[in-house]
T-cell receptor, first 114, second 110 residues
Framework: ETGVTQTPRHLVMGMTNKKSLKCEQHLGHNAMYWYKQSAKKPLELMFVYSLEERVENNSVPSRFSPECPNSSHLFLHLHTLQPEDSALYLC?????????????FGPGTRLTVL | QKEVEQNSGPLSVPEGAIASLNCTYSDRGSQSFFWYRQYSGKSPELIMFIYSNGDKEDGRFTAQLNKASQYVSLLIRDSQPSDSATYLCAVATGGFKTIFGAGTRLFVKA
């Protein structure tokens, strides 16, 4: 257990559905991240929040919408996804974003878009 | 394009041998370097980090950094079958951005 939890662990959705992924960290960290991991590809950074403010957005399609209500919780709202969005979505947190950046990952949500 | 390159493998070593995993990066301004281990179906787990040139040892693991050559490596001594996993090299380039390599698959044969 890393102190970062994610729900749900598995999600199957149609292209017209709306769903949300949830992440919670119990480590007292200041920064939280969403990554996408597709087969045989590097982890892709999607969003970064520091002290509840979005500080990084890596040209992610608008069908992915993040929300960070406080420093312990992070959501990823999904709508009108495409089959190519099927992947493992990982949440991570770190104590401090200023370069050191040791990140602790949650178990991930395996998303399948039909 | 800022990149982190790793040999995808698989790298196969016998039990008890030294496994050597290598990584190169393109951004000379990179500040922090990490090795994560990822078992199949699981999330990445941090095993080592290094910030300064030279070697850093932690148990059976040694991370080596050469900033002039833009090269970071991970040595696993006395490899065990439980070390079989994908090893991700990650480079923090400042601020909040960490770039991951695609990973090297390691198989340790009993």
């Amino acid at each position: 257990e890393t102190g970062v939890t994610q729900t749900p662990r598995h999600l199957v959705m149609g292209m017209t559905n709306k769903k949300s992924l949830k992440c919670e960290q119990h480590l007292g960290h200041n920064a939280m991240y969403w990554y996408k991991q597709s087969a045989k590809k590097p982890l892709e950074l999607m969003f970064v929040y520091s002290l509840e403010e979005r500080v990084e957005n890596n040209s992610v399609p608008s069908r992915f919408s993040p929300e960070c209500p406080n420093s312990s919780h992070l959501f990823l709202h999904l709508h009108t996804l495409q089959p190519e969005d099927s992947a493992l979505y990982l949440c991570a947190s770190s104590q401090d974003s200023a370069g050191l950046n040791e990140q602790f990952f949650g178990p991930g949500t395996r998303l399948t878009v039909l | 394009q800022k990149e982190v390159e790793q040999n995808s493998g698989p790298l196969s070593v016998p039990e008890g041998a030294i496994a050597s995993l290598n990584c190169t990066y393109s951004d000379r301004g990179s500040q922090s370097f990490f090795w994560y281990r990822q078992y199949s179906g699981k999330s990445p787990e941090l095993i080592m980090f290094i910030y300064s040139n030279g070697d850093k040892e932690d148990g059976r693991f040694t991370a080596q950094l050469n900033k002039a050559s833009q090269y970071v490596s991970l040595l696993i001594r006395d490899s065990q079958p439980s070390d079989s996993a994908t090893y991700l090299c990650a480079v923090a380039t400042g601020g909040f951005k960490t770039i991951f390599g695609a990973g090297t698959r390691l198989f340790v044969k009993a």
